[in-house]
């Protein structure tokens, strides 16, 4: 019996070869949703431009030590500049959805939202809609890791409840602005690597591993509660007005 087993097993295998065939868009549903995704801190560069804060990233990735190569993304591949030629490559390729994130120090320098930064949310409206021109849907993350610096050093960042409320600030205040032409959000990229990465191993901004059987889990309940603010919101604010 256990050699029969094992020639069904190649025979198996073999008939697996035999069929494989390449994947193409036929194969999925037609209102299955293709696209590239992309970080604010990682492409767009322009640090110190249009009015931009600091962030814990602009902070972590400038230590000694911390980034294997001495890399840092204070131009990246300089998408703050060259969003429209990105745009472009994106619908050349003929993908239909964009999920990007927004710099939350762009839109509040000092991620306390004393003060809007209008040179922030026109930099965002234009991508929003370049894509849009191109017949690209834009799938908008709120956060993706680049805390304001100044937030962090005042209160602590995610390890203080107050952050809550100034997330709650950031994320309606991207509602109001770009909600009328996007209609996909999401709040927190990740938030366990924020939580693990920049609270417990500290290999990812702030970079924090001293007080790890505490602050991780702070930081990951104060995301949570986070979360919940951005989307009561939205729901709240927004919804009926944007659908």
Not at 25 to 38: I, K, N
Not at 41 to 63: L, P, T
Not at 85 to 101: C, H, Q, T, V
Not at 108 to 132: H, K, Q, W
Request: with cysteine; proline share 3%.
């Amino acid at each position: 019996m256990a050699k029969k087993k094992h020639v069904l097993k190649e025979e198996d295998e073999h008939d697996a070869s035999n069929t494989k065939k390449q994947v193409c868009r036929a194969d999925f549903p037609p209102h299955f949703v293709f696209g590239v995704s992309t970080s604010s801190y990682q492409i767009e560069g322009g640090v110190n431009e249009g009015g931009r804060g600091k962030s814990i990233w602009d902070a972590f990735s400038h230590i000694e030590g911390k980034i294997v190569d001495g890399s840092n993304a204070d131009v990246a591949v300089d998408h703050y500049h060259r969003y429209k030629e990105d745009i472009e490559l994106i619908s050349e390729l003929g993908f239909k959805a964009y999920r990007f994130s927004i710099s939350w120090p762009r839109i509040f320098p000092d991620g306390l939202g004393t003060r809007v930064n209008e040179e922030g949310i026109a930099f965002y409206n234009n991508v929003i809609d370049a894509l849009l021109e191109k017949g690209i849907e834009p799938f908008v993350t709120l956060y993706h890791w680049d805390l304001p610096l100044h937030l962090h050093e005042l209160i602590g960042g995610w390890l203080n409840k107050q952050i809550v409320d100034y997330f709650a600030k950031f994320a309606d205040t991207c509602f109001e602005h770009f909600g009328d032409r996007v209609k996909n959000w999401g709040t927190i990229n990740e938030p366990l690597h924020i939580a693990v990465g920049g609270y417990d191993t500290g290999r990812s901004a702030p970079g924090r591993n001293h007080n790890s059987s505490i602050e991780t889990y702070l930081a990951a309940h104060h995301m949570i509660l986070a979360h919940a603010a951005a989307v009561s919101i939205y729901h709240s604010k927004y919804k009926v007005q944007y659908r």
